[in-house]
């Protein structure tokens, strides 16, 4: 192997794993930045991941249609990621950064429509603006569960930076009010966003914002839903008394049957799960089941902020298999099963992957540490966890390998590829 292919390939697994990336993960980022014409020659995934594995071990170098690739979803100039100039090639960065100034450009025409809107009114700011506003909070909380966290707090950050130049423009008390309140959902989201990457300060600092924000406007929603968002966050730090807490001043300030209300109710169970109080938890479960007994599905079942009833059964499933209940597998099993195949043909990436490792914690209480290991290795190679679940996979990691099941080495080696460069795994007490 010569030097030159060494320091590729070192490069290479360093900019994967700087994001994040599984091997599967950029396989299937290489096929999306290809043309159509390119996709249909390239290789099967798994063959890809042979060749992206071979390419990172300095085996062969990569030809020139995957330079080009690799640049375009590292947003990096060739020169730059493999060093040097080849004859022929351009020095700008590829596609991905060419993908990315259009994703910007969309953005910014976004908000050009939204100023246009602003400037027909003889209002600084005016309905119109309200409403569309309103709308690219919604649409960003509907695009929540199917988007990666980074790439959704880019459109967060650009919307919040407009509503903080209207506050500083000319409008009425209640429009005054009204861009606070977008401002809050806005800040509440990048801080859910921020917790999904494990960026722990970022996201306190946004949640300050939003409660400071929701004080201001006297908004118990956002309000009621900052508490539960870091009643979340004690949770999977492993504070399960603090997530208790948090999750009952959540329900005290919501309005009494809201989303916020239910969501918090489903929080404060499996935080009781995690204690191992199963009175507690069995309360909160049947409480969650009657209060979304006739709770109709929302025209938009992702958005992160409207209770879907079928999250429900969801939340059961990881609150029996937390607390080790033997009814945990069997439920657990239906949910993942309705997910894969929904009723609306949608399949919600996330939460399958949420699921399967539901399942896999059910199974370890099982004794049925294979299968667990066969679940959890789908979740960790599905390319949509996000880093603030690791740890529930890194806690079945360590029960499956104290059992001794053979795919534990392949499935701990997929784990440390999601997770990057980091040594050992880290289980919330």
């Known amino acids: 192997m010569s030097a030159d292919l060494r320091r590729i390939g070192t490069r290479l697994r360093s900019e994967r794993l700087k994001r994040r990336m599984s091997v599967a993960a950029l396989a299937e980022a290489l096929r999306d930045a290809a043309s159509e014409c390119d996709r249909r020659s390239m290789p099967k995934l798994k063959d890809l991941c042979r060749t992206i594995r071979g390419h990172e071990a300095g085996e062969h170098p990569p030809g020139s249609r995957y330079r080009m690739l690799y640049a375009a979803v590292f947003d990096l100039a060739e020169d730059e990621l493999f060093g040097g100039r080849q004859p022929g090639k351009r020095t700008q960065p590829a596609r991905a950064g060419q993908l990315e100034s259009l994703g910007n450009m969309a953005l910014d025409d976004e908000i050009e429509a939204l100023e246009l809107a602003r400037r027909a009114t003889a209002s600084d700011v005016g309905a119109e603006t309200l409403r569309r506003l309103q709308q690219a909070v919604d649409d960003l909380a509907v695009a929540y569960p199917r988007t990666p966290p980074a790439e959704l707090l880019k459109q967060i950050r650009h919307h919040l930076t407009y509503v903080a130049r209207l506050l500083d423009s000319r409008k009425t008390l209640t429009e005054h009010r009204d861009l606070l309140i977008v401002g809050g959902w806005l800040s509440l989201l990048g801080a859910t966003c921020h917790i999904d990457l494990d960026q722990r300060s970022a996201a306190e600092a946004r949640l300050r914002t939003a409660a400071s924000l929701a004080e201001d406007t006297g908004h118990p929603e956002i309000a009621a839903w900052c508490l539960e968002t870091k009643a979340w966050q004690a949770l999977t730090d492993g504070d399960y008394q603090e997530a208790v807490k948090l999750a009952q001043g959540a329900q005290t300030v919501a309005p009494d049957g809201s989303s916020a209300y239910i969501q918090a109710s489903g929080q404060e169970g499996r935080a009781w799960a995690r204690l191992g109080a199963e009175r507690e938890t069995h309360g909160l479960i049947d409480r969650v089941a009657a209060l979304t007994s006739n709770l109709p599905t929302p025209d938009r079942p992702e958005h992160h902020y409207r209770y879907d009833p079928a999250k429900a059964d969801a939340y059961t499933a990881t ?12 439920y657990a099993r239906q949910v993942l099963s309705r997910m894969e195949a929904p009723p609306d043909g949608r399949v919600r990436a996330r939460r399958v992957a949420s699921a399967r490792l539901d399942l896999s914690m059910a199974l370890v209480a099982a004794d049925k540490p ?6 959890t290795l789908m979740a960790v190679t599905s390319g949509v966890l996000v880093p603030s679940n690791y740890w ?5 990691i360590n029960a499956v390998e104290a059992a001794h099941v053979p795919e534990v080495a392949e499935l701990r080696e997929a784990f440390r590829e999601l997770r990057g460069p980091a040594d050992g795994l880290t289980v919330r007490p």
């Not at 294979?370 to 679940?375: G, I, L, N, P, R």
């Not at 529930?392 to 079945?396: D, I, L, N, T």
């Open 319 to 330: 609150t029996l298999a937390w607390l080790g209940d033997p009814a945990a597998e069997p």
């Open 370 to 375: 294979d299968e667990a290991a066969h679940e």
């Open 392 to 396: 529930r996979a890194a806690e079945v």
